[in-house]
C-alpha cells in the first residue's frame, strides 16, 4: 500500500516535472521575436533576452549602461568579501568601494557624464537600497536594542515604543508614510527626493527588526558576565561594548543574516511607492504592446534572480550556524 | 536620571519641530488636519466589496469595504496556510525521502523569493494562462476557471455565461484568488518550519516510550507528541499570523482593494496624508495586538 502511493507520488512528479521543462525548454522561444512567441506553445525567454537592458539597469542613459553594471558587480564582491573576511581592511576596502560606486553612479568628474539619481533604477538600487539600509539601520538596532534592555525607564519606554509600532505596521505603511508624510515634516524649502525618501523609510524598518535579533543575543549572554563586569569596576560603556556586545554579536549573526535576507526581500515594495528597483522594472518592461501577455515568464525569472541572492546567503547563515555548533562546549 | 530627562527633551523637541513643520506646511497647502474627510463623498467605485457601497458612500464606509476586503483574505488565508504548513513540516520529518526532499525544496524555495513576485506571478498565471470566459475549465460540474476569475455554484444560483462573462453563483476575482494564493503558499513555507521544529523539540524518549504504550502512530502524535510540540509552536505561530495580515497589504500591488490599497486613494484623492497613514497604522496595530492577546490566551490554557 506505501510503496503504491510512493510509485504514485513519484509518477505524478515526474509528469508534472515533465510538462514543466517541456514548456520552459523543449518547446520555450529564446529568439527576441514577438510574433514566434505567440505561435510557440512553450515559455518566451526571448522577451527576457530583449528586455534584460531595461530589466537590468532601468532608464540608466543606455550608453552608460557599463557604469552601474561595473558597481553592482563591485558592490557583490565587496559583499562576498565580507561574507568571507572579518579584518580591519574589508572596512577600507567598503569605505573605498563606495567612492568607487558613487563616482561611478553619480558621475559628472573623471570624463563621466553626470546621471541624476532619479534616473538610477534595475539591479544596482535593489543592491544599494540594501546595502545603505543595512548599514545605517544596523547601528541604530544595536542602540534601540541596548535602550530596550535598559534599567532607565524612560528610555526603555521610547525603545519598545518604536520597536513594537515598526513592527506592528506594514511595511508598506511606513514607505507611504515616508512618500506622503515626510515632505509635510520638512521645513518648508527643504525637500528630500524619492529615492532618499524611500531608504529612510528602509532603514527605519529594518532597524525595529534587526534590535529584535541584536536583542537576543543580548538575552543569551549568561548574567555572571555581567557581574564580572561589575566586578571589575568597568562603567556601562566599558561593560556594553568590550564584554556584553562582542559575544552578544556573535550569537546573534544567524538571526540577523535571516533578518538580512527578509529585508532584501522586501526592498522589492519600493515599487508600490513608484521606484525602479529589479521587480519594477521587470514589471514595467511588460507594458512595452508587442510584449504583452509574457508576465509569467517575467517573474519566474525575477524569481530566479532573487532565489540566487537569498539562497547564496541562507546557505552562508547556515554554514556559520555550523561553525558556531562546532566551536561552542 | 539627567540622561532620561535629557532623551525625553529631546524626543519631545524632536516631536514638536515635526509637528510645527506639519501645521506650517498644512497651513500653506491649505490642507484642513483632522478626520471630517470621512463623511465626504468617497466618488470613487470599489471592484469588490462584502455590503453594499457606491460611488456617492462615504470615504468611512469606503475604508470599511476596504478593512472587510482585509480580512475576507486573511482569514482563508491563515486557514489555508496553517493546514498546508503542517502537512508540509510533518512530511520534512517523514521517512519517506521522497516527500522529505520535496518538502524541503518547497520550502527553500518560496521562502527565498520576494512574496510581492510570488503575487505578481499567480496573478500573471491567473490572468495569462487561464482561457476567456467562453472557453473557461471545467474542473468540476458548474465550477468554471477563467482569467476572468473562478465562478462557483452556491445555494443562491449557478453560473452562467452571460455575453463576455459568467452571472450567478459565487465569483472569486483574479484578484482575490492571486493574493489568496499567494499569502497561503508563502506563509506556509515558514509555518511549516515553525511545526517541523515543534515536532522534532519532542525528545525521542517520548516517541518511544508512548510506542512502548502500545499506541498506534496516529495516536502517539495527537495526544503524547503535540501537545507537548503546541508549546513550542505557538508563539512564532502567532507572529506568522501577524505576518499574513499584515502582509495582505500588498493587495494595493495588484489592485485588489483592501484597506491600503482604498486608503491610498483616499489620500491621492484628498491629501490627507497624515490621517490615512495614520488610519492604516492603527488598524494594523489593532489586528495585531487582538491577535497577539487571543494567541497568548490559547498559548495560557496549552500550559
Known amino acids: 500500500m506505501k510503496r503504491a502511493l510512493n510509485a504514485a507520488l513519484f509518477l505524478l512528479i515526474l509528469f508534472l516535472g515533465w510538462r514543466f521543462l517541456d514548456w520552459a525548454l523543449v518547446r520555450a522561444v529564446w529568439q527576441p521575436d514577438p510574433q514566434a512567441c505567440r505561435a510557440a506553445s512553450g515559455a518566451c525567454w526571448g522577451f527576457i533576452v530583449e528586455k534584460h537592458r531595461l530589466i537590468a539597469f532601468g532608464t540608466y542613459p543606455y550608453e552608460e549602461h557599463w557604469r552601474p553594471g561595473l558597481a553592482s558587480l563591485l558592490l557583490i564582491a565587496l559583499w562576498v568579501l565580507t561574507a568571507l573576511r572579518q579584518r580591519w581592511w574589508v572596512v577600507a576596502a567598503w569605505a573605498a568601494g563606495l567612492v568607487v560606486i558613487g563616482i561611478l553612479m553619480w558621475g559628472g568628474v573623471l570624463g563621466l557624464p553626470y546621471v541624476e539619481n532619479e534616473r538610477w533604477g534595475g539591479l544596482i538600487l535593489t543592491l544599494l537600497l540594501t546595502t545603505f539600509g543595512l548599514a545605517i539601520a544596523f547601528p541604530l538596532s544595536i542602540c534601540l536594542a541596548l535602550g530596550r534592555r535598559s534599567e532607565l525607564p524612560v528610555i526603555r519606554a521610547v525603545c519598545v515604543a518604536y520597536i513594537e509600532l515598526i513592527r506592528g505596521v506594514p511595511l508598506i505603511s511606513v514607505l507611504f508614510m515616508a512618500s506622503v508624510m515626510l515632505p509635510l515634516f520638512l521645513p518648508a524649502g527643504v525637500s528630500i527626493d524619492k529615492l532618499l525618501r524611500a531608504q529612510l523609510a528602509l532603514i527605519l524598518f529594518a532597524a525595529a527588526y534587526l534590535a529584535e535579533a541584536v536583542r537576543g543575543g543580548l538575552q543569551a549572554i549568561p548574567k555572571h558576565q555581567y557581574e564580572a563586569a561589575d566586578a571589575l569596576g568597568l562603567g556601562y560603556f566599558q561593560k556594553t561594548f568590550l564584554i556584553v556586545l562582542p559575544q552578544a554579536l556573535r550569537i546573534a549573526v544567524p538571526p540577523l543574516v535571516g533578518t538580512c535576507i527578509g529585508f532584501f526581500k522586501d526592498t522589492s515594495l519600493v515599487l508600490i511607492i513608484g521606484l525602479f528597483d529589479l521587480l519594477s522594472t521587470i514589471k514595467v518592461s511588460l507594458n512595452d504592446p508587442a510584449w504583452t501577455g509574457f508576465g509569467v515568464e517575467a517573474y519566474l525569472f525575477a524569481a530566479a534572480v532573487y532565489f540566487i541572492f537569498c539562497y547564496s546567503m541562507s546557505l552562508y547563515s547556515r554554514r556559520l550556524e555550523a561553525s558556531a555548533g562546532r566551536s561552542l562546549p | ?303
Open chain 2, 1 to 303: 536620571m539627567a540622561i532620561q530627562a535629557f532623551a525625553a527633551a529631546l524626543v519631545l523637541a524632536a516631536a514638536a519641530y515635526l509637528v510645527f513643520n506639519t501645521l506650517a506646511n498644512l497651513e500653506a497647502r491649505r490642507i484642513a488636519s483632522g478626520f471630517a474627510f470621512l463623511w465626504r463623498e468617497a466618488g470613487f467605485e470599489i471592484g469588490e466589496s462584502a455590503f453594499a457601497y457606491g460611488a456617492a458612500d462615504s470615504y468611512l464606509r469606503a475604508l470599511a469595504v476596504g478593512l472587510a476586503n482585509t480580512f475576507k483574505v486573511s482569514l482563508p488565508g491563515i486557514a489555508f496556510a496553517t493546514v498546508l504548513g503542517t502537512a508540509i513540516g510533518l512530511f520534512r520529518l517523514s521517512g519517506n525521502s521522497l516527500l522529505k526532499n520535496l518538502s524541503s525544496g518547497y520550502v527553500e524555495f518560496i521562502r527565498n523569493v520576494p512574496l510581492l513576485v510570488q503575487l505578481f506571478f499567480w496573478y500573471a498565471l491567473i490572468t495569462e494562462a487561464l482561457p476567456a470566459p467562453r472557453e473557461a475549465l471545467k474542473p468540476l460540474p458548474g465550477v468554471f476557471l477563467t482569467n476572468r476569475g473562478l465562478f462557483f455554484p452556491t445555494f443562491a444560483g449557478v453560473p452562467e455565461l452571460q455575453g463576455f462573462n459568467f452571472a450567478g453563483g459565487g465569483a472569486l476575482s483574479p484578484e482575490f484568488a492571486a493574493l489568496l494564493i499567494g499569502l497561503s503558499i508563502y506563509t506556509a513555507a515558514f509555518i511549516a518550519e515553525i511545526v517541523r521544529a515543534g515536532v522534532a523539540s519532542v525528545p525521542s524518549g517520548q516517541w518511544e516510550a508512548a510506542r512502548a504504550l502500545g499506541l498506534r502512530q496516529q495516536h502517539v502524535l495527537r495526544h503524547v507528541v503535540a501537545p507537548q510540540a503546541l508549546r513550542v509552536i505557538v508563539p512564532p505561530l502567532t507572529s506568522q499570523y501577524l505576518n499574513l495580515v499584515k502582509n495582505s497589504s500588498l493587495a494595493v500591488a495588484i489592485g485588489y482593494p483592501d484597506l491600503v490599497s482604498i486608503a491610498n486613494t483616499t489620500i491621492n484623492q484628498t491629501g490627507q496624508a497624515i490621517e490615512g497613514v495614520a488610519i492604516i497604522m492603527a488598524v494594523y496595530l489593532t489586528i495585531s495586538l487582538a491577535i497577539a492577546a487571543l494567541m497568548n490566551w490559547y498559548n495560557a490554557r496549552l500550559r
